[in-house]
T-cell receptor, first 115, second 111 residues
Framework: EAGVVQSPRYKIIEKKQPVAFWCNPI?????LYWYLQNLGQGPELLIR????????DSQLPKDRFSAERLKGVDSTLKIQPAELGDSAVYLC?????????????FGPGTRLTVL | AQSVSQHNHHVILSEAASLELGCNYS??????LFWYVQYPGQHLQLLLK??????LVKGIKGFEAEFIKSKFSFNLRKPSVQWSDTAEYFC?????????FGKGNQVVVIP
């Protein structure tokens, strides 16, 4: 079974440029998560989707970040414009359901460097 | 909101040594606890989890963790580490519909 797929794996951009990350969850997983992981820190939730609906986006900086999950499968996370402090690893994860007992399966992440 | 504390961020030990990583959490509700591991160049993956029942949980690759409710702890242990256990280890607690991670422990096992 294929795992969570993310692209690109690495991205280098200049500040004020836009950037987008793509995630394809495990087939059949209704819940999708985007996390931010700064160096030396654990992942922090940005947004959680249940099917197409963003059910928890309270941690998403909406002035520059946006996300979508059309058709309840793939998802895209966008930053516009990027700032130096956005340099981090952006992780996507998926789980079969929404229970706290559901294991979250993580993708390899996209390492963003903003110059 | 829940939170997780992991101490001794960097751990260096020799093969065959015993490993114990501390994890303390803060959450007032029913806890679901996890340890995730990230091997070099790989993605985060589940090591073990605890929901209820026997507080001593066994995971993959010989790891185990003990839930001590009175101490709000979920420490990870392995009696004898191998070079292949070199990785970053994250403790996480699920609460308020959200998984909260600690800062992680970077473990290096010297052959």
């Amino acid at each position: 079974e294929a795992g969570v797929v993310q692209s690109p794996r690495y991205k280098i951009i200049e500040k004020k440029q836009p950037v987008a990350f793509w995630c394809n969850p495990i087939s059949g997983h209704n819940t999708l998560y985007w996390y931010l992981q700064n160096l030396g820190q654990g992942p922090e939730l940005l947004i959680r989707y249940e099917n197409e609906e963003a059910v928890d986006d309270s941690q998403l900086p909406k002035d520059r970040f946006s996300a979508e999950r059309l058709k309840g499968v793939d998802s895209t996370l966008k930053i516009q414009p990027a700032e130096l402090g956005d340099s981090a690893v952006y992780l996507c994860a998926s789980s079969p359901g929404t229970s706290g007992r559901d294991t979250q399966y993580f993708g390899p992440g996209t390492r963003l460097t903003v110059l | 909101a829940q939170s997780v504390s992991q101490h001794n961020h960097h751990v260096i030990l020799s093969e065959a040594a015993s490993l114990e990583l501390g994890c303390n959490y803060s959450y007032g509700g029913t806890v679901n606890l996890f340890w995730y591991v990230q091997y070099p160049g790989q993605h985060l993956q589940l090591l073990l989890k605890y929901f209820s029942g026997d507080p001593l949980v066994k995971g993959i690759k010989g790891f185990e963790a003990e839930f001590i409710k009175s101490k709000f702890s979920f420490n990870l242990r392995k009696p004898s580490v191998q070079w292949s256990d070199t990785a970053e280890y994250f403790c996480a607690v699920y609460g308020n519909n959200r998984l909260a991670f600690g800062k992680g422990n970077q473990v290096v096992v010297i052959p």
